[in-house]
């Protein structure tokens, strides 16, 4: 996997899920070839790939400056946008045994924006692009509907709770009475 294979997926990815590509004028201060801006209504985030693991370690600090700098001259404080910026760090590089925590302590750091970050052994595929994208993609609600009925009738088999409890439970909710006071009153009797 190249740095543009890394860039392309992630550019797609975000395009079909209702970012734009930020236009010239507003990446004219932006990185280099390997990094993109994107934005939605809500938020802004800039992608950055680099070919090595040691290249993300010591250039995401100046990506998170320039990328901050960029919605600071460009956004309102007002505008939600200010306050939902990410930055994507993407590598085929592995870190070394002795670089095994930096990219949790990159990721934990949220000073400036948001960071999500995957290197080569989380991205073993272009299809785990998604994965890491997936904090910034809307929510799909996939539920296969099949007829077993209502879910409520189905609890028990799902918990593993005394069956008379989770019976008075369902109760209570359909008869919209207090849940907590009839289960006590059952656990009391």
């Known amino acids: 996997m190249t740095v543009t294979d890394l860039l392309a997926e992630a550019s797609r990815l975000l395009a079909e899920n209702g970012y734009t590509e930020a236009g010239p004028t507003l990446t004219s201060s932006w990185l280099s070839s ?7 209504a809500y938020g802004v985030v800039g992608v950055v790939a680099y070919e ?3 290249d ?10 320039s990328l901050a700098e960029l919605i600071s001259e460009r956004v309102t404080r007002a505008d939600p946008k200010s306050w939902e910026a990410y930055l ?6 592995v870190p070394g045994d002795e670089d095994r925590l930096d990219p949790q ?16 052994d989380e991205l073993q595929s272009l299809a785990n692009v998604e994965r ?3 904090p910034l993609l ?50 009391t009797r």
């Not at 390997?34 to 939605?40: A, K």
């Not at 993300?56 to 400056?65: N, T, V």
């Not at 994507?88 to 590089?93: A, D, Q, R, S």
């Open 105 to 120: 302590m990159i990721r934990a750091d949220t000073n400036r924006v948001r960071k999500l970050l995957a290197t080569g």
């Open 52 to 54: 090595t693991w040691n």
């Open 138 to 187: 809307p929510l799909t609600a996939e539920v296969a509907v099949a007829d077993e009925g209502n879910l409520l009738d189905r609890l028990q088999d799902l918990l593993d709770v005394d069956e008379g409890a989770v019976r008075v439970i369902v109760e209570a909710f359909r008869n919209q009475q207090p849940i907590l006071e009839r289960l006590h009153q059952h656990l």
């Open 34 to 40: 390997n990094g993109r801006i994107f934005e939605d």
């Open 88 to 93: 994507v760090l993407l590598t085929p590089g």
């Open 56 to 65: 993300l370690r010591r250039g995401w600090p100046d990506a998170q400056s």
């Open 132 to 134: 890491v994208l997936l």
